[in-house]
């Protein structure tokens, strides 16, 4: 990884995410009972994490922001309760129907094969199990559509992998999830490029 990767990105993530924090404490506090949340990053999301939250896994394929995740997860309360490793949302390292509740939070759109990772999430879910989803996607207004198509090449390489051009709804369908109580919406304090969400809770049939 480079020294932007690794140093500078991940505090430009977290000061570019700060106009979701209250989005991200609504459904990261909905965590319950054995949890797994996707791509940590730098564990901006630990503190979040309610009582009824037991026991919190994670996991991060970038090593330098895992090692500020644990230094994050030290500073919450019950630290023992996060078990966090280098892993990848692809093949994830557990086993079937071991979770419930997966979190995937502004992840989903750098993950490269995100089919891929929304089985495996769906695999590690326990049946009646909850995925919470905050994840900016594609629009379904034309306008920003082309915006956000005309952007994605140069976009994906100067903030580390990420697509503004997932259509995740359809993904985590095609996956089996329901979409239950979980929406398409317009974020105001974003701009139009990425304020496009899916924000909500998914269920595992």
Known sequence: MSLYEDKL????????????????????????????????????????YG????????????????????EAADQCSHPDRFVLRTGDAQQLPYPDH?????????????????????????????PGGTLLALEHVLSDRRWVQRLQKGMNPAWKHLACGCQLTRDTASIFREAGFRLHKASHRRHPKLPAFAGELLDGALLRP
């Open 9 to 48: 990105f991940p505090v430009l993530l977290d000061w570019a995410t700060r106009p979701v924090y209250r989005d991200r404490a609504r459904i990261v506090g909905q965590a319950h009972g054995r949890v797994l949340e996707l791509g940590v990053g730098t564990g901006s999301n630990f503190a979040f």
């Open 98 to 126: 071991h979770f419930d509740t997966v979190v995937a939070c502004l992840v989903f759109c750098t993950i490269p094969d995100p089919t891929q990772a929304a089985a495996e999430a769906f695999r590690v879910l326990k």
């Open 51 to 70: 009582d009824s939250a037991t026991e919190i896994h994670g996991i991060e394929p970038v090593e330098a922001m895992l090692e500020m995740a644990r």
